[in-house]
């Protein structure tokens, strides 16, 4: 549980391995236990990936999930890990500071394009 928790905060692949983890000690343990651990990863990745995580994310930030994807890509493919865990926090820091900077400019009367 400790681990799953831990690997929760790897956005796409840690959901994955605490799956894999969960499933072969479900297996481990008998074959209808495995099943039941198969059913249940499924179904809780269904409600999560589907439903509460979407909802949350346009809540909380209002990311289009192409940009956090590939923010996902970028920053894991330079960061590792590391970078693929702080690439969400790292996005919306950036959206937010370019929101209020185009809010001061446009306080300020600053106007850009033509």
């Not at 495995?34 to 949350?56: K, W």
């Not at 994310?57 to 994807?69: G, Q, Y």
């Not at 001061?104 to 009367?109: D, I, L, Q, S």
């Amino acid at each position: 549980g400790v681990l799953t928790g831990l690997l929760a905060f790897l956005p796409n692949i840690g959901a994955i391995v605490s799956g894999a983890l969960i499933i072969l000690v479900g297996f481990s343990a008998g074959a209808d236990v495995g099943l039941y651990a198969v059913f249940v990863y499924f179904v809780v990745q269904m409600v999560d990936g589907y439903l509460i995580v979407p909802m949350v994310a346009k809540r909380a930030v209002d990311l289009a999930p192409a940009l956090v994807l590939g923010a996902q890509i970028l920053f894991g493919a330079l960061f590792g890990i590391l970078g693929l865990a702080l690439a969400d926090p790292i996005i919306a820091m950036i959206k937010v500071t370019l929101e209020r900077q185009s809010a001061r400019n446009e306080a300020r009367g600053i106007r850009e394009g033509p």
